[in-house]
T-cell receptor, first 115, second 111 residues
């Protein structure tokens, strides 16, 4: 099993540029989560999908952030325009649906720096 | 909303046991998790416990849950240098799909 795959692993971009982060969940998993990790706020849930449908996006910080899941094997998190305060590690995670879906698996993260 | 609290740092000597503590506020928590994050890496699931259990053991790891006090602990026996990492406690409430994480405990191993 390849696990949750994220790309890019590292990105440095200039303020104002568009950033697209990508995620491939584990095959067969029904749920996909996007988390953001910063020193100040720790790990925050941004948005999650169930069967490709966004269920809760209340954690998305503002309109500059958007996420899509066009099919069961791919999701994107887009920031446009990016700002220095968006610098963080963005994690994608997935799990299978209930009743056995107790384990949430995380990717290695996308380390974003906005200068 | 839900809240998960952990100490920021724990320092132990190599070979001793480490005990990392966590408290949570959501009384409807159904699952509680421990994740490990090494520098520059993602989150690795160590173990989880269902809320109707009070203990779970897996090799060097022992998880204790006091549901009444909403207190969770992770004990690492015979702590090694490779255990140096940030340990995150997380909870999943009844009906919730995502996890709420603590800020993480940095485990520092002294030689």
């Amino acid at each position: 099993d390849a696990g949750v795959i994220q790309s890019p692993r590292h990105e440095v971009t200039e303020m104002g540029q568009e950033v697209t982060l990508r995620c491939k969940p584990i095959s067969g998993h029904d749920y996909l989560f996007w988390y953001r990790q910063t020193m100040m706020r720790g790990l925050e849930l941004l948005i999650y999908f169930n069967n490709n449908v966004p269920i809760d996006d209340s954690g998305m910080p503002e309109d500059r952030f958007s996420a899509k899941m066009p099919n069961a094997s791919f999701s994107t998190l887009k920031i446009q325009p990016s700002e220095p305060r968006d610098s963080a590690v963005y994690f994608c995670a997935s799990r299978i649906g209930q009743p056995s879906g107790n384990t949430i698996y995380f990717g290695e993260g996308s380390w974003l720096t906005v200068v | 909303g839900e809240d998960v609290e952990q100490s920021l740092f724990l320092s132990v000597r190599e070979g001793d046991s480490s005990v990392i503590n966590c408290t949570y506020t959501d009384s409807s928590s159904t699952y509680l998790y421990w994740y490990k994050q090494e520098p520059g890496a993602g989150l690795q699931l160590l173990t989880y416990i269902f809320s109707n259990m009070d203990m779970k053991q897996d090799q060097r790891l022992t998880v204790l849950l006091n549901k009444k006090d909403k207190h969770l602990s992770l004990r690492i026996a015979d702590t090694q240098t490779g255990d140096s990492a940030i340990y995150f406690c997380a909870e999943r409430g009844g009906g919730a799909d995502g996890l709420t994480f603590g800020k993480g405990t940095h485990l520092i191993i002294q030689p």
